[in-house]
């Protein structure tokens, strides 16, 4: 896959010989994993975020199953010219990494508020009913729009979020509006990842804001506790919404994601190819200093 294909369907930044495939939300593009993208490949890795069509903000809508016949596509690709390639998503892109780890040998997995449920405090009470959508007459006339606080606690994150919603109709928290057949096609996605969350052996970290308005925590620590992998751990967000990556704690994410992946190339490798900090996150280097 050369660059200018890359360049061309979402964003390619060249770093070094080390590869994250990023994999943004459903219905969004991959502006909403354009900082996290260029905060990695200041860390020395190659990031790599596709738009997925029939998944990403402005394509038609197609079956889960080929947004991850796409994603795996990607995959083989960047293995082609990569020692390593490792896997971030976010929300549902999250929920399809989990569905492409299961299937794909992965080198290292970072899911980042995974959508496995939206039952989140914001979530609409009617939600329920989507399990009965196909057999509803309206059903295919419905569609979810997004409303404040757009997954976004910071007050100014999220101003900026509302001003480009009303004039693009996409941001960095994702669009506007998602039909009836995205919020369908991303229930089945859901299932599939839940049938198959043994299959996920590759070392993997998890963030999620305890105050998740979309997607409640406990599906996060559920798929946590189930997950095959030797290595894995879990990271506690406490000033974040859903959209971890453009809120309070983006530098913490982005610092703590790096971090994981540069440990698990050197383990690969049996060699530093990365120096990894102890501490990477400034929270806790602000709680050491006050403790020292």
């Given at each position: 896959?050369?660059?200018?294909?890359?360049?061309?369907?979402?964003?390619?930044?060249?770093?070094?010989?080390?590869?994250?495939l990023?994999?943004?939300?459903?219905?969004?593009?991959?502006?909403?994993?354009?900082?996290?993208?260029?905060?990695?490949?200041?860390?020395?890795?190659?990031?790599?975020?596709?738009?997925?069509?029939?998944?990403?903000?402005?394509?038609?809508?197609?079956?889960?199953?080929?947004?991850?016949?796409?994603?795996?596509?990607?995959?083989?690709?960047?293995?082609?010219?990569?020692?390593?390639?490792?896997?971030?998503?976010?929300?549902?892109?999250?929920?399809?990494?989990?569905?492409?780890?299961?299937r794909?040998?992965?080198?290292?997995?970072?899911?980042?508020?995974?959508?496995?449920?939206?039952?989140?405090?914001?979530?609409?009470?009617?939600?329920?009913?989507?399990?009965?959508?196909?057999?509803?007459?309206?059903?295919?006339?419905?569609?979810?729009?997004?409303?404040e606080?757009?997954?976004?606690?910071?007050?100014?994150?999220?101003a900026?979020?509302?001003?480009?919603?009303?004039?693009?109709?996409?941001s960095?928290?994702?669009?506007?509006?998602?039909?009836?057949?995205?919020?369908?096609?991303?229930?089945?996605?859901?299932?599939?990842?839940?049938?198959?969350?043994?299959?996920?052996?590759?070392?993997?970290?998890?963030?999620?804001a305890?105050?998740?308005?979309?997607?409640?925590?406990?599906?996060?620590?559920?798929?946590?506790?189930?997950?095959?992998?030797?290595?894995?751990?879990?990271?506690?967000?406490?000033?974040?919404?859903?959209?971890?990556?453009?809120?309070?704690?983006?530098?913490?994410?982005?610092?703590?994601?790096?971090?994981?992946?540069?440990?698990?190339?050197?383990?690969?490798?049996?060699?530093?190819?990365?120096?990894?900090?102890?501490?990477q996150?400034?929270?806790?280097?602000?709680?050491?200093?006050?403790?020292?």
């Amino acid at each position: 896959m050369s660059q200018s294909a890359i360049a061309s369907n979402g964003i390619y930044l060249q770093g070094g010989p080390h590869c994250v495939l990023m994999l943004h939300g459903l219905g969004a593009s991959s502006v909403e994993l354009a900082r996290m993208a260029k905060d990695l490949h200041q860390q020395g890795f190659t990031a790599v975020v596709p738009d997925i069509t029939g998944y990403c903000f402005g394509t038609p809508g197609q079956a889960w199953e080929a947004w991850v016949e796409q994603a795996q596509n990607h995959l083989w690709e960047l293995r082609k010219q990569y020692t390593t390639v490792s896997v971030v998503g976010v929300s549902m892109g999250a929920t399809l990494a989990m569905v492409l780890a299961q299937r794909e040998n992965i080198h290292a997995l970072v899911l980042l508020s995974t959508a496995l449920s939206y039952d989140g405090w914001a979530m609409p009470w009617y939600r329920f009913l989507l399990d009965w959508a196909a057999w509803l007459p309206f059903a295919n006339r419905y569609t979810y729009e997004e409303e404040e606080p757009y997954g976004v606690k910071n007050e100014e994150m999220r101003a900026m979020v509302k001003r480009a919603m009303k004039s693009a109709h996409i941001s960095e928290s994702g669009s506007d509006i998602l039909t009836m057949h995205y919020i369908t096609e991303g229930r089945k996605l859901i299932k599939e990842a839940l049938k198959h969350v043994p299959d996920v052996d590759a070392p993997v970290l998890f963030f999620h804001a305890v105050d998740d308005e979309t997607v409640h925590i406990r599906n996060a620590e559920w798929a946590y506790r189930r997950v095959s992998s030797s290595q894995k751990d879990f990271i506690y967000l406490g000033d974040s919404y859903h959209m971890i990556t453009v809120d309070n704690e983006r530098e913490t994410v982005s610092l703590e994601t790096a971090r994981f992946l540069k440990k698990t190339v050197n383990e690969f490798l049996n060699e530093p190819a990365f120096e990894v900090p102890t501490v990477q996150s400034p929270e806790l280097r602000r709680a050491l200093r006050k403790r020292a």
